[in-house]
């Protein structure tokens, strides 16, 4: 993987509207084989749904258009967030922005709140999704076409089957560049892939790249095999690597949540902020080519820019040592794969 472009060499940097000291700090890779050079920091835009027509939503909009001003490149985005209300505060910011400046992702097969109509793995429901989302964002195209979470599909199967094909009709019309798959267990991604016909460029995981599970680097060997751009999603464990601590809905166990808890009340004690920790730790792992992070006000931005930008300082290298040995290194069990599966048929069937 190569990090080495220079900013103003890439076809996204923009003289004029582009802030240049800030893009001279962001990291920029090689997106798998797709040709696309992106930045290491990509603005993942789940947090943008609460402050849809809320006083706060001018602030996410401006946030956008400042991250993109600042040299990130990747932006990801899906109509489940908000049930379509983070796509359309992302589509107010996109109009501010010129549209070479980023590259765009969305997703397919993930849509409503309720079990009922959350999930459907449809080929027919994905072109119209799809079509509702280009209203949303107000553009024309998008790069990339997601299916979101496959483990929520009855079987591989339909995954490759059923959907994937109809997202490579998208590809044919030109609507869409490239093709990828998104999900928290890896091993039902791998099985996607493997059974797969329709070519994937993308693979998405969330929360496999963080402080307490680095299952991820297990399987980058086959993705990269199977000339895969690499995304790891939900760098601070969805709020569990956080002093705030993980959301009531959180799916993790007690295990996990007590450590990043303890961790997160040690790093506080040191006078250091475990999301900064978490995030450069995740930035710091080879072979993955954009870390999503949710942003949706300039709080946020800035102190992940600085993260990209400056590193650890040697006491917070010392605290994040500190930190794996005596509250992840010996978890039992890194992750929480099925909890939310299982909640999903209980109430849906």
Known sequence: MSRHKSYNKLPTYQEGF??????????????????????????????????????????????VVNAIKSGINYIDTAPYYGQGKAEIVLGKALKHIPRNTYYLATKVARYGAEPQNMCDFSG????????????R??????????VHDVEFAKDADIVANEILPALQK?????????????????????????????HVDIVLSYCRCTLFDNSL???????????????????????LLTHNGPQDWHPVGPEIKEA????????KEQNVNIAKLAACYSFSQPDIDVHLIG????????ANLKSVNEGLSPHEEQVKQKIIEKYFKNLTKTHWENVELMSFHIHKD
Request: with cysteine.
């Open 260 to 267: 990043c808890k303890q961790a997160a009340q040690y790093c």
């Open 137 to 146: 964002l107000g553009v024309d195209y998008i790069d990339i076409i997601q």
């Open 18 to 63: 582009h802030n240049e000291s800030l893009c001279k700090s962001m990291v920029f890779s090689s997106f798998g084989k797709t040709g696309l050079e992106v930045s290491l920091l990509g603005l993942g835009t789940s947090e943008l749904a609460l402050v849809y027509n809320t006083p706060e939503e001018e602030n996410g909009i401006q946030t």
């Open 124 to 135: 027919s429901l994905a072109l119209k999704s799809f079509d509702e989302s280009l209203q």
């Open 295 to 302: 942003m949706q006000n300039e709080k946020l931005l800035e």
């Open 170 to 198: 998208l590809k044919d019309m030109g609507k869409v560049k490239f093709i990828g798959i998104t999900g928290y267990p890896l091993t039902r991604l791998k099985e996607v892939l493997e059974k797969s016909t329709v």
């Open 217 to 239: 680097k297990e399987y980058i060997p086959f993705f990269k095999e199977k000339n895969l751009a690499i995304i790891n999603a939900a760098v601070l464990g969805m709020g």
